[in-house]
């Protein structure tokens, strides 16, 4: 099961990963209380361990705004949060070669089908607002995520917290997790909470 934590912005936040290595690290740059500039996810990312892959968060950037952010951070992969689609998607491959995935919001199966129609290496499956287009803390639909017929290699995000992780990993048997909120205090990383939830995960069954 792989761990993705997402929304790391300060020195400490890169010390605490350092520590108990997760597989991903998320770098926000759309609109959010989480948001870092490329420049200061580049000084984040020359002091974390080479073994954590980055992912950047982004939300209706151009096709040249995402390629350059990615370049210049240092990215392995661009997860695309907004309204992007297929041909976004490929048009996007061609200007870098980092590993792209397609967050999709749920209210649906068929928006699950849609994501899947994409061609992104990986889904990022969240939950569904109107107000926004992540990072809302609210659950996604496990029921409509394990009666889909999923073939791409998903992480299940939204909401996710050391008291229902485990349970709701087993219910959907994603290739990963993405969790931010789960592990802050009053909006801010917690070591702590980091090392519970990752602790957990990796001592889990999920056979």
């Not at 350059?68 to 689609?85: M, S």
């Amino acid at each position: 099961m792989k761990i993705k934590l997402c929304g790391i912005r300060r020195f400490e936040d890169i010390s605490y990963v350092n520590e108990f290595k997760p597989d991903y690290i998320g770098f926000v740059f759309a609109q959010s209380k989480r948001q870092i500039s490329a420049e200061f996810a580049a000084k984040l990312k020359a002091k974390l361990d080479s073994g954590i892959k980055t992912v950047g968060i982004f939300v209706n950037s151009s096709l040249e705004e995402t390629a350059h952010t990615a370049e210049k951070a240092g990215l392995n992969v661009i997860q695309l949060h907004g309204d992007e689609n297929e041909s976004f998607i490929s048009s996007l491959r061609n200007i870098t070669d980092c590993e792209i995935w397609k967050a999709v919001r749920i209210r649906t199966a068929e928006d699950i089908i849609n994501g899947e129609s994409m061609g992104a290496d990986k889904l990022l499956l969240d939950s569904y607002s109107p107000e926004s287009y992540g990072g809302t803390g609210k659950r996604a639909d496990l029921d409509i995520i394990k009666k889909a017929n999923i073939k791409t290699p998903f992480f299940l995000a939204g909401g996710l917290n050391k008291d229902n992780i485990i349970s709701a990993l087993r219910c959907v048997s994603p290739f990963g997790a993405d969790i931010s909120g789960g592990i802050e205090t009053n909006g801010l990383k917690d070591k702590n909470k980091i090392k519970e939830i990752i602790n957990l995960v990796r001592s889990a069954d999920f056979e």
